[in-house]
Each structure stands twice: as structure tokens, then as C-alpha cells.
């Protein structure tokens, strides 16, 4: 259990009162990821990124990634939760930390092909599969967002994007764009054979005894929610009994989520965020 769940986001620094940070009240972004269910689209979101080959390479090139799988999505997830919900300095530092690691990897594919983590063009694939995964399961768990609070979360995470780096004029801008871009990109991607090498610990993690139930569940979503041309190439099996298992499953928690109190459903970083941009800004000791 320990060594599962070493690395898991639970809290944030309290930060500095009265800055929210990069969003803040009234944010799409703060509304959406805040809910602890959009953890459900953690896997996804990794198989959808390793799909692209130079993320596949780099993955098994320079981390211990078959081992430890889900260490690595914890780490992802409060760079994410930091971002979103630190205040200035944490959300910067967040990105430094995510930066640093990202300078020193780079190589050559199994077919040759050069990469670098550092590249606009990963970069940008990497983070439009974190909003796409946040939207899929928003929309399935909680319900679809209209299309003008999609454009406004697809235009408040191109912040993050950007501090990442990402150049602003390759970003797609608007929610159609966006999934425009997405629906290209995975149309032209070819999983490769290290891709699928680091599949399986991500769909069917080594967890301990009492969590299964929990992590069948989780497959159950990932398989589920993933686009169906990555489901054939991973060779991911799926069926009509599972696709209904799946819509039960949503539809419990569609109905069950919204009646939950915040500290139940809503990841603490985000409630830590609401009374530290609510409270009047510390007085400077000068």
C-alpha cells in the first residue's frame, strides 16, 4: 500500500494569503479540476501520451517506468494541482521542477527519429491529452460543460501550456480547434512496440489486495474512455458488456457526485485555494 500510493498529491502548502494564483474564483479551470474524480482520467491521459512515439521512447529511456507506474502519474498530478491551485510561487515553481526534468531528456526513437522533451510540438500533445482527458471524464461523470465554458477552459489551460513551453501561436485557441487538433494527431500517430511494453502497468497496476475492486474499476474507465483507435492498437479488449458496465457506472456517480459535500469530492489543493484567495493579503513586514 505504501509503496502504491508513495508520491500521492495530498495537500498543498497553504501559500500566501490572498493570491490565487494563476485562476482563481470563478474559473472554469478551478471548477473542473478541481474535482477528485477527474483522477479517473490519469491513465488515459498516459496511454494517449505514450501513443506518440517520442514520448513512448522517452518514457522507457529515462524512467523506471514499468516498475512505478503510478508514481509517475502521482508526480504529474500535483504538478497539475500545483499549477491550478498554488499561489504564484508554487504554481512557478511547479512548472520549474516539471521543466528542469524535461531538459535533460532527449534521444533518438527506436526508428532513429530525434526527440527532445523539451519539443513544442510533445509539449503540446502532452498537455492537450491532460484537457482531453479532464473534459471526457467531466462530461461522463459530471455532465457536458456548455461550449462557451469549454472555450474558456481549453484558453485558461493554454496558460499553463505556455508556462511549460509552449509557444502561444501553435496553440489550437478555441474548443473546436482544439479538438480538431486532437482527432489529427491521433489519426496520425502509430503505437509503437515500446508503447505497448509500458501499457500494461498502467491499465492493470500492481496494487495491493484491498485496492483491486478499486483498480478493476479504474481499468474498466481507462479502457472505456479511450479513443477506439487506440484501444485496437493497444490491443485492449472491449465489449458490450463492459461498455454498459461503464454506463451504469456513470450514470451512479452523474447522480451521486454533485450531492456530496466539497470536502468528499473536491481535492483538497482546490479547497486550500478557495480560503487562501477569500482571505485579505498578509501585510508586508517592512
Do not use: C
Not at 121 to 137: F, G, N, R
Amino acid at each position: 500500500m505504501a509503496n502504491f500510493l508513495r508520491g500521492f498529491p495530498w495537500r498543498l502548502p497553504p501559500g500566501r494569503s490572498g493570491d490565487p494564483g494563476l485562476y482563481g474564483p470563478g474559473s472554469v479551470t478551478w471548477r473542473v479540476n478541481g474535482e477528485g474524480v477527474l483522477m479517473l482520467g490519469g491513465p488515459r491521459a498516459l496511454l494517449m501520451q505514450i501513443a506518440h512515439p517520442a514520448v513512448a521512447s522517452g518514457v522507457a529511456r529515462f524512467s523506471d517506468f514499468p516498475a512505478d507506474a503510478f508514481a509517475r502519474l502521482w508526480r504529474t498530478v500535483d504538478a497539475m494541482l500545483a499549477v491550478s491551485f498554488g499561489d504564484t510561487e508554487q504554481a512557478e515553481r511547479a512548472v520549474e521542477d516539471v521543466t528542469a526534468v524535461h531538459r535533460r531528456i532527449r534521444g533518438r526513437a527506436p526508428g532513429g527519429e530525434p526527440y527532445r522533451a523539451m519539443d513544442p510540438e510533445l509539449l503540446l500533445w502532452v498537455h492537450d491529452t491532460l484537457v482531453d482527458s479532464a473534459l471526457v471524464v467531466h462530461e461522463r461523470f459530471f455532465g457536458k460543460l456548455g461550449e462557451s465554458d469549454r472555450d474558456a477552459y481549453v484558453r485558461e489551460m493554454d496558460r499553463q501550456a505556455v508556462l511549460f513551453g509552449v509557444p502561444p501561436e501553435i496553440l489550437p485557441g478555441s474548443a473546436r480547434a482544439f479538438q480538431a487538433y486532437v482527432g489529427e494527431t491521433l489519426g496520425s500517430l502509430e503505437v509503437s512496440d515500446e508503447a505497448r511494453a509500458l501499457a500494461p502497468p498502467i491499465v492493470r497496476p500492481p496494487v495491493p489486495l484491498a485496492l483491486r475492486p478499486v483498480a478493476r474499476f479504474q481499468e474498466l474507465v481507462t479502457v472505456g474512455l479511450l479513443p477506439a483507435r487506440l484501444r485496437e492498437a493497444y490491443g485492449l479488449r472491449w465489449t458490450a458488456g463492459r461498455a454498459r458496465a461503464l454506463g451504469a457506472s456513470q450514470a451512479s456517480i452523474r447522480a451521486l457526485a454533485p450531492r456530496l459535500p466539497e470536502i468528499a469530492r473536491r481535492w483538497p489543493h482546490a479547497r486550500a485555494a478557495a480560503r487562501r484567495a477569500a482571505e485579505r493579503p498578509a501585510r508586508s513586514s517592512r
